[in-house]
């Protein structure tokens, strides 16, 4: 026997079929692909996104409809606001720094980033501040899909620029390039799939290439800020309306259908019906033509109807309501109509649909809050959890934090704010201990509470008696959720009101002094 015979199977088994005793029946094994029902699925689609027309319907629809407008000002009202505050945290262990050079490094970083985040010179253009440029981005990533942000430093002041993705676009006939790297969808990417530059077209219709990293610095100074990507190997961003494009437009058909059907109804108030007796004489007419003068002649027979119109015209002047003398065989009747009853529940239902897929709570969205405390709660506390993860996901990752990276590098470099450690960190390019300087949060406008007394009480009980004296909170915390300034500011504005006002009482008691007779 050979030695490869030994290895062989004793029977041979087909590939396409198992033999297993179960009732005395052979299983053939089939293929799933989420089809139990045969043809109950049809054939699956593997989409291959347009990004220039879904970029176009979700503007379309941003104009057209009210209620995609009004979710996407929601909604970047309530993540973006009027900006999120710097919290610088840098980590004490790898700076280096002690603590209270942690204190004053956090104190500069802060007021500086918070005077430049609030100037118009911020923006390339001069025309908008980086909170300004972070509702403009958020809005356009979450519409479009994706927008372009990029960073300078012009020698006295970094400055950002924001470019809509629809001028980015693959240059004809470079998808591939001689140093290996590809241009997909006008992203051009190396073998790691790193995004090297972007290429935007100008209004010469020439293609401008921007490049992603410093060439000598090789520091972040453009990138890509996405609303919603398709797929792990995809380049450019999907719109978040994609999913709801055909329902919002069907919807708004409906809607307009009904409100035409309701306003040509609202055209006809009265019809005139006649009988076997009517002669078919329409009385409107007939008085039109007397208002003008015309048919004033009139038979003997006929006064007493002259007189019953004498009566309804003063019946009209001192009551302001038109009353008619019908002819023999006619009615005036009210054309009572009704819209489509089932129109409140249905257009309700699918609006709310479209407030959830892109990713509000419908409460929110239309400033509803008439139920339950408990349902309003759990939709608040829901809604302040996303709130969270997406100031983090969208605001904090894709704009602010890079850009403030870009940042607090030239303020280190141009000595306005000076941290020997930092700059050694520069130069020797220590990745670790810059993000330990760079460390940071970004915090906006908290969710209010229906009830925040409950809700103290609440989480007074969960820390039992032994933690009754402990703070829940920190005056800046207070301050944030009040909306009332920063902490730091308000504390040096007390500190100047109540030295006044001292000054006044000193000023009232020396006076009172001297006026005191011998």
């Known amino acids: 026997m050979r030695l490869l015979d030994f290895f062989k199977p004793k029977k041979e088994i087909q590939a396409n079929t198992v033999f297993q005793y179960w009732s005395g029946a052979n299983i053939t094994p089939l293929i799933f692909d989420g089809e139990k029902t045969p043809y109950e699925l049809g054939s699956p689609k593997d989409y291959y996104l347009d ?10 629809a941003y104009i057209e409809s009210p209620i995609v407008q009004n979710v996407i000002k929601k909604y970047s009202l309530w993540v973006v606001g009027s900006g999120l505050k710097l919290q610088s945290n840098p980590i004490d ?28 010179q911020s923006s390339y253009s001069g025309m908008m501040n980086l909170h300004e440029l972070a509702a403009e981005a958020f809005k356009n990533a979450i519409l479009s899909g994706d927008v372009l942000n990029i960073v300078r430093f012009d020698g006295q002041n970094v400055t950002h620029e924001l470019i809509d993705g629809c001028y980015i676009s693959t240059p004809f006939g470079m998808n591939q390039l001689e140093n290996g790297n590809k241009i997909i969808d006008g992203v051009e990417i190396d073998s790691k799939g790193n995004h090297v530059a972007f290429y935007v077209q100008n209004y010469e219709l020439k293609w401008d290439r921007i490049s992603a990293y410093g060439e000598k610095t090789g520091r972040l100074q453009a990138w890509l800020f996405y609303g919603m990507r398709y797929k792990l190997n995809s380049v450019r961003g999907m719109s978040l309306l994609t999913a709801i494009l055909e329902m919002d437009n069907k919807l708004n058909r409906y809607q307009d259908a009904t409100l035409g059907s309701a306003e040509e109804n609202a055209k006809v108030p009265y019809t005139i019906e006649h009988n ?21 002649g009139t038979a003997p027979e006929t006064q007493n109807i002259i007189d019953a119109e004498n009566i309804a015209t003063k019946v009209a002047q001192t009551t302001s309501k038109q009353t008619y003398n019908m002819p023999i065989g006619s009615t005036l009747k009210r054309n009572t109509f009704t819209t489509d009853l089932s129109f409140k529940d249905y257009f309700g239902v699918n609006i709310d649909i479209i407030y959830i897929t892109v990713g509000i709570p419908p409460e929110v969205a239309a400033d509803k809050f008439g139920g339950a405390y408990s349902g309003s709660r759990a939709a608040l506390k829901s809604w302040e959890y996303k709130l969270m993860v997406d100031r983090i996901l ?3 990752n894709q704009f602010y934090k890079p850009n403030f990276d870009y940042w607090l590098d030239m303020q280190v470099l141009t000595n306005k704010i000076d941290v020997p450690l930092y700059l050694e960190a520069i130069f020797k390019k220590d990745i670790f201990k810059l993000e330990a300087f760079r460390n940071c949060r970004f915090i906006g406008a908290t969710v209010p509470h229906i009830d925040p007394v409950k809700e103290v009480k609440a989480e007074r009980m969960k820390l039992g008696g032994k933690f009754d004296d402990i703070p829940l ?46």
């Open 93 to 120: 262990l790898i700076t280096g720094l002690s603590d209270d050079e942690i204190k004053l490094y956090s104190q500069k970083v802060e007021a500086h980033f918070r005077l430049s985040a609030s100037m118009k």
């Open 276 to 296: 076997q007796f009517s002669d078919g004489e329409n009385p409107l007419v007939r008085q039109l033509a007397q208002s003008i003068g015309k048919n004033k």
């Open 394 to 396: 969208y605001l904090k």
């Open 51 to 60: 990004y220039h027309s879904l970029r176009a319907r979700a503007w379309q």
């Open 473 to 518: 909170t920190t005056a800046e915390q207070s301050c944030e959720a009040l909306n009332t300034g920063d902490f730091d500011q308000n504390i040096k504005k007390v500190e100047d009101e109540k030295e006044m006002a001292n000054y006044f009482d000193d000023a009232i008691d020396t006076n009172s002094v001297d006026q005191v007779p011998d």
